[in-house]
């Protein structure tokens, strides 16, 4: 098996807002950065505001989202310099999202947030096992995956290494069910290519 761990590079936060699992997501995520230079401490209130001029269109009248995926995206770029490219990747296909997913975080060593609970949450990968390296030309199967959930009264429960059976089972059993153009999906939003 091969495993990635890039929890050590992840401060945990919890939500300080019942709806700012988005918010909490977004600050592990760019006070994780590969690189201890880029590393980067923003409030929850901060990034609530940049979520929110990110999250578009799509956000319903009702707040049904209060972090979309287009707002996570936008939020993690908004002061990332190339070679840094957040992409949001949904696909209904949830091992496609995993395979980005896997080699994303292999290649480029950031953590990635999630969607979970059919649209209802966010966490941050942070580290996987898999029954082959990510390299070109293999196909790795997701044996085990490690989050942080901001959800938390110990400052973001950490997941260590539960069974990708669980985790499809208990978080990504069915696709995105809320409205916008990721319903049906499964979303992670991680590095893509350098931008040209």
């Not at 761990?5 to 950065?33: F, H, K």
């Not at 505001?49 to 908004?78: F, Y």
């Not at 096992?129 to 293999?138: I, L």
């Amino acid at each position: 098996m091969y495993r990635l761990d890039l929890s050590a590079n992840v401060q945990r936060y919890p939500q300080e807002d019942d709806d700012w699992c988005g918010e909490a997501c977004a600050q592990m995520t760019r006070n994780g950065y590969p690189t201890a230079s880029e590393r980067r401490y923003y409030s929850q209130a901060a990034l609530y505001n940049k979520i929110q001029a990110a999250n578009g269109a799509n956000t319903d009248p009702d707040k049904v989202w209060a972090t979309t995926p287009h707002g996570m995206q936008g939020c993690l770029q908004s002061d990332s310099d190339p070679p840094v490219n957040w992409v949001e990747h949904a696909d209904s296909d949830r091992n496609e999202v995993i395979s980005f997913l896997v080699f994303g975080m292999y290649n480029k060593g950031f953590p990635t947030p999630v969607i979970v609970d059919e649209g209802a949450h966010w966490v941050v990968v942070v580290g996987w096992k898999t029954d082959v390296e990510p390299v070109p030309g293999s196909t790795p199967k997701l044996k085990f995956i490690h989050y942080l959930d901001p959800n938390s009264s110990d400052g973001g429960s950490s997941h260590t290494m539960m069974p990708a059976s669980k985790w499809f089972s208990q978080h990504w059993d069915a696709p995105i069910v809320l409205p916008g153009t990721w319903e049906g999906k499964y979303v992670a939003i991680g590095q893509g290519p350098d931008p040209a």
